[in-house]
């Protein structure tokens, strides 16, 4: 086991993705340069289309006030930037996405990961088949649905969690989940570990199983014990999904809006707001778009950055076998 | 995944939906305003598209089923329907704005959510065929017609009147030994005697924020004078500086702790506290006059046993005691439609008088604006009483988060969740309310 830079051009002619090459020069021509690019041209024109053109003018309008309803606009250059940083709310959303990123990556990267280990650990295929699917049962039911569901799981009084908690002599702890300030989004962030869960254990079970069974059998020879084996062998050969998991938990937890429009819509008073929705309210309730622009923004600045994080660590930490 | 691909799939394409939501809204400037010809020819061709606010299941029949009945009249009309429900038509409807989508024909409250549309000349001005004058507006209630006045035209088809009522259960009242209560202290009173019975007095759920509004707007309308809320309500004049405001929330805050689940009302919604007065679990619910009819439906609570009073005014109030929150709700041409006296011609037909009588019963039990569209033998007779304290009203408050614009509509909605949920007292709202009108200025 070795830790290697990637050879990306070896990857590329292992896929068959590699140019045409004249024979005994070592050069593409230019011809060829431009014939391999009309294979990417319609791609390259939606992706301008829908996601740069996009991007650029997200900026261009969060530079304005505009009226939806008689069109006039106004240039504030980047006013509604400084407006960001006086918005008590969003420091309210922005420590609310950090919570659920940081929640998140307890439960749906390291747990996840220790039960994948633990599933993948059992001798009897049926049941690790059996334990897979149970775990990833949540993951298939629509989020939508899912925030439903426990909105009415939270009912105060009436929901199961209340009736739980009295049942089992604990009726002082019952509460209004998602009606007070400082459980709010406690509560609907619990909900997305339930969700969410068993779909990162399915993602590390499959990582698990890509491990040569022969290091693990070595390592036995040798002495070592579960602890010993899950620490040398099973996290350092999963450590690139690890690594994929911990950013794609954190863009998720910025980008999150249907589970909190359902539940609380951001209340109660904006203690459940988070960045998503908070631009929804700027936008589609106070009519601000500019300032809805300016939000976006934010978001798109921090999944960037998350994004060039895991573009980074994956080149560095890549282990190959 | 290779990483390179990930970076453009989440990273840029996650940030897309935004940048698109946020990018439709380069919306062209409105032209000038459009006024509705009453001479013009009607054309019986083409799509009429409609936005309403009977997405919910019980409601929306009444637009498919007229729907039917205009194209069967009209076989070369093709009417398209986009029905939303009272809480996604809000959204919905900003949209379509935004990306210059409206259909031509699409719902409105009135007071400033109405405003935006004539502001914007989006709004086809209907006064020469709706007028008081005119054919069609005599068989409009004239109250309803003018809520949709704007700079002295009218731009709004009204299809029902609203106002907010407190129903009860009269089994839940005579089993506590209480009666209609009178005045506020009377209400408090019942509450007490009503949980001591073993039922909740009020069930409230206000997950959405607006139920809270429409009992401070109705205790405000009591407190403060109509001409200071009026001025308030005006962004130019605005400064909410009444002491009958910070009164009115107290008002609130004691009727929230003593009658309803208190601070936990903040996570159960509007219909979860109908289904539980329904259902016979608690005793009363404030609702609008459009709900008797649900209230009714399929729950424990016959409609025999339903009863209804307007929120009891507090002693020695200072504004104005005989009015009752509400307005008339309706619908507004878009001035861009291509088919204007087509959109008009079918509105004529969904607010005339067989159209209302069906409107007006059960199951929809939606008090026609059109006059002679309702018939008591058909309707529930909740619905007609409550018609009769309306017309008997002095001043229909309008709904505080249509009335006012939306950044001093938002900062009452979170005020008032705050006060339900004790991190606010009413001063500390009124300052919220006041910060959000300054700077709607």
Same mark, same amino acid.
């Given at each position: ?72 606009? #106004? ?10 940083? !006086? ?62 569901? /426990? ?38 962030? #619990? ?44 996290? $350092? ?14 863009? %998720? ?14 209340? &109660?008073?904006? !203690? ?50 | ?20 939501? @946020? ?16 001479? @013009? ?61 409206? &259909? ?22 209907? !006064? ?8 069609? %507006? ?123 689940? %208190?601070?936990?009302?903040? %996570? ?26 649900? !209230? ?49 011609? /079918? ?13 007006? @019963? $059960? ?79």
């Amino acid at each position: 086991m070795t830790v290697v830079k990637h050879d990306y051009k070896g990857e590329a002619a292992a896929i068959g993705f590699t140019l045409q090459r004249k024979a005994g020069n070592d050069q593409t021509s230019p011809l060829s340069g431009l014939l391999s690019f009309r294979w990417v041209l319609v791609a390259f024109v939606l992706i301008l289309w829908f996601v740069y053109y996009p991007i650029i003018d997200n900026f261009i309008v969060s530079t304005k006030n505009q009226d939806i309803f008689t069109g006039e606009t #106004a240039f504030v250059g980047l006013d509604n930037y400084r407006r960001l940083q !006086s918005d008590p709310i969003v420091w309210t959303a922005i420590l609310n996405n950090t919570l659920y990123a940081v929640i998140s990556i307890v439960f749906q990267v390291f747990g996840a990961f220790v039960l994948a280990a633990l599933i993948e650990g059992l001798d009897n295929e049926r049941w690790r088949r059996f334990w897979r699917a149970v775990y990833f049962i949540p993951s298939a039911i629509s989020i939508t649905v899912t925030g439903l569901l /426990f909105y009415f799981i939270y009912q105060p009084d009436i929901g199961l969690l209340d009736s739980f908690l009295t049942q089992i002599g604990l009726g002082n702890w019952s509460r209004a989940w998602l009606g007070e300030e400082h459980t709010a989004i406690y509560a609907i962030i #619990a909900m997305s570990q339930w969700q969410g869960f068993g779909y990162s254990t399915l993602l590390f079970g499959i990582a698990i199983q890509k491990i040569p069974r022969e290091l693990y059998d070595a390592a036995i020879m040798d002495g070592a014990g579960t602890w010993r084996r899950l620490w040398n062998i099973t996290m $350092p050969l999963t450590r690139e999904m690890t690594g994929l998991m911990v950013i794609v938990t954190i863009t %998720g937890a910025f980008q999150v809006f249907n589970e909190v429009m359902v539940m609380t819509a951001g209340g &109660p008073n904006n !203690s459940s707001q988070v960045l998503g929705t908070w631009l929804y309210q700027q936008g589609f309730i106070e009519n601000d778009f500019g300032y809805g622009a300016a939000v976006a923004t934010v978001i798109f600045v921090i999944t960037l950055l998350t994004g060039f994080a895991q573009l980074w660590y994956t080149r560095k930490r890549r282990v190959h076998l | 995944m290779k990483s390179t691909t990930f970076l453009s799939t989440t990273s840029l394409a996650s940030f897309m939906a935004a940048g698109l939501i @946020a990018g439709s809204a380069n919306v062209a400037l409105a032209k000038d305003p459009v006024v509705a010809d009453p001479d @013009a020819k009607v054309e019986y061709s083409g799509t009429l598209s409609i936005l309403t606010k009977f997405g919910l299941q019980q409601l929306s029949p009444f637009f498919v089923d007229a729907a039917k009945e205009y194209e069967k009249l009209h076989p070369g009309v093709k009417v398209e329907l986009i029905q939303e429900s009272d809480d996604s038509v809000k959204g919905k409807t900003k949209a379509l704005v935004a990306s210059n989508s409206l &259909p031509d024909i699409y719902f409105s409250w009135t007071g400033s959510w109405g405003e935006n549309f004539v502001r914007g000349n989006r709004a086809v001005d209907l !006064s020469k065929v709706i007028g008081p004058d005119t054919a069609w %507006g005599k068989q409009l209630a004239g109250a309803a017609v003018s809520a949709f006045q704007y700079n002295g035209k009218l731009y709004g088809i009204p299809l029902y009147l609203d106002a907010k009522f407190m129903g009860y259960s009269k089994p839940l009242f005579e089993k506590a030994g209480v009666s209609e209560p009178k005045t506020f202290d009377e209400l408090l009173t019942a509450c007490a005697a009503l949980r001591k019975s073993g039922v909740t007095p009020i069930s409230f759920g206000n997950k959405e924020g607006w139920p809270a509004v429409h009992y401070a707007g109705q205790l405000l309308s009591y407190n403060v004078p109509q001409a200071t809320l009026e001025k308030d309500f005006t962004p130019a004049t605005a400064d909410y500086s009444d002491p009958g405001y910070v009164l009115s929330l107290t008002q609130f805050k004691q009727l929230i702790d003593e009658c309803s689940d %208190g601070s936990g009302t903040n %996570g159960s919604s509007y219909a979860s506290a109908l289904q539980q007065f329904s259902n016979a679990k608690s005793a009363m619910y404030y609702q609008e006059i459009i709900e008797f009819d649900q !209230s009714t439906a399929d729950g424990a609570l016959k409609r025999d046993d339903f009863g209804y009073f307007k929120l009891p005014a507090p002693k020695d109030a200072k504004g104005d005691v005989k009015s009752i929150e509400g307005a008339p709700e309706g619908y507004m041409i878009n001035a861009a439609s291509k088919n204007i006296p087509l959109a008009i011609d /079918f509105m004529k037909f969904v607010t005339s008088a067989d159209n209302g009588k069906v409107l007006s @019963a $059960p199951p929809y039990g939606q008090p026609s604006a059109t006059v002679g569209g309702y018939s008591a033998d058909t309707m529930n007779p909740a619905v007609v009483g409550g018609l009769k304290v309306i017309a008997d009203s002095s001043y229909l408050m309008p709904w505080l988060d249509t009335a006012n614009p939306p950044r001093v509509a938002a900062a009452w909605l979170s005020g008032l969740q705050a006060l339900i949920g004790g991190s606010q007292t009413p001063e500390q709202v009124m300052e919220q309310v006041k910060k959000a009108a300054a700077s709607s200025k």
